[in-house]
């Protein structure tokens, strides 16, 4: 099978490329650093040339909800016109769980997935969107975001965090079935507070900040509920746990 990556050199991108690699598919890296963008167009003709499943696991480098609708609107809408020429069977895109109940919390990066998925959804085409839960990948910049001086105040919500590596198998499994024209959800294991989850990867890398779950706090600009970013039941239970995580990978410091 002929397979497009939108976002093919990213976090989870460049990991996906690797599955579908072993498993004998002829795999095309779509990204800026390969000459193709999504946005400008730029190269997108010649990537889904006789491609019959497109992935899109592309980011936008923008979170406030300007920018971040711009970027997901004009590439969602050229993915779909784009592959709609060339004849794409099933257009597959990376999402959050909880993106609906995250936009209308009015968290802009947010309202922006809220949008792709919803061009996908009312295009017509095949599609498959996967939600997946936070990364543990992502721990460090949530807090960072969330810090000032030395205290990370961070929102007071639970989290069902999962590994990158099982992120791009999901997005694997479901890009190589059948289109289901809905949503499927993927989460990690364990359940944590986000409190809690940012201060074991902090003391992880030996670093003494305090972390404060804060009732006030936000999410990239959406308030939540305390378990607004927990997955239906019938999500797909990712096997990563945090720890062993933590011990199979190298941490920046």
């Known amino acids: 099978m002929r397979i497009t990556v939108i976002g093919g050199t990213g976090l989870i991108g460049s990991r996906l490329v690797d599955?579908?690699?072993?498993?004998?598919?002829?795999?095309?890296?779509?990204?800026r650093a390969t000459g193709v963008n999504s946005f400008?167009?730029?190269?997108?003709?010649?990537?889904?040339?006789?491609?019959e499943?497109?992935?899109d696991v592309s980011n936008s480098s923008y979170t406030d909800a300007a920018g971040a609708l711009e970027f997901f609107e004009a590439s969602t809408l050229?993915?779909?016109?784009?592959?709609?020429?060339?004849?794409?069977?099933?257009?597959?895109?990376?999402?959050?769980?909880?993106?609906?109940?995250?936009?209308?919390?009015?968290?802009?990066?947010?309202?922006a997935k809220a949008a792709q998925e919803r061009l996908i959804v009312e295009s017509g085409h095949a599609?498959?969107?996967?939600?997946?839960?936070?990364?543990?990948?992502?721990?460090?910049?949530?807090?960072?975001?969330?810090?000032?001086g030395r205290v990370a105040h961070v929102a007071d919500v639970l989290v069902q965090p999962m590994a990158a590596d099982d992120?791009?198998?999901?997005?694997?499994v479901t890009s190589l079935s059948e289109p289901v024209n809905g949503i499927v959800e993927f989460a990690g294991p364990e359940v944590?507070?986000?409190?809690?989850?940012?201060?074991?990867?902090?003391?992880?890398?030996?670093?003494?900040?305090?972390?404060?779950?804060?009732p006030l706090g936000t999410y990239f600009g959406a308030r939540l509920a305390?378990?607004?970013?927990?997955?239906?039941?019938?999500?797909?239970?990712?096997?990563t746990r945090l720890h062993e995580w933590q011990t199979r990978v190298v941490v920046p410091h």
Not at 40 to 51: H, I, N, S, V
């Open 19 to 31: 599955v579908l690699d072993r498993g004998g598919h002829m795999v095309v890296v779509a990204s």
């Open 40 to 51: 400008t167009e730029d190269g997108l003709a010649d990537a889904l040339e006789g491609t």
């Open 53 to 55: 499943t497109v992935i």
């Open 78 to 111: 050229n993915l779909l016109t784009f592959g709609a020429a060339a004849g794409v069977r099933h257009h597959v895109a990376l999402s959050v769980v909880g993106t609906a109940r995250l936009a209308r919390s009015q968290g802009g990066y947010f309202i």
């Open 127 to 148: 599609y498959s969107l996967v939600h997946a839960t936070q990364f543990f990948e992502f721990i460090r910049s949530i807090t960072e975001t969330a810090t000032r």
């Open 167 to 172: 992120v791009a198998a999901a997005v694997a």
């Open 192 to 214: 944590f507070g986000l409190a809690d989850l940012a201060r074991r990867e902090l003391r992880f890398r030996q670093d003494e900040r305090e972390v404060v779950a804060d």
């Open 226 to 239: 305390e378990r607004d970013l927990l997955p239906e039941a019938v999500a797909t239970i990712s096997p």
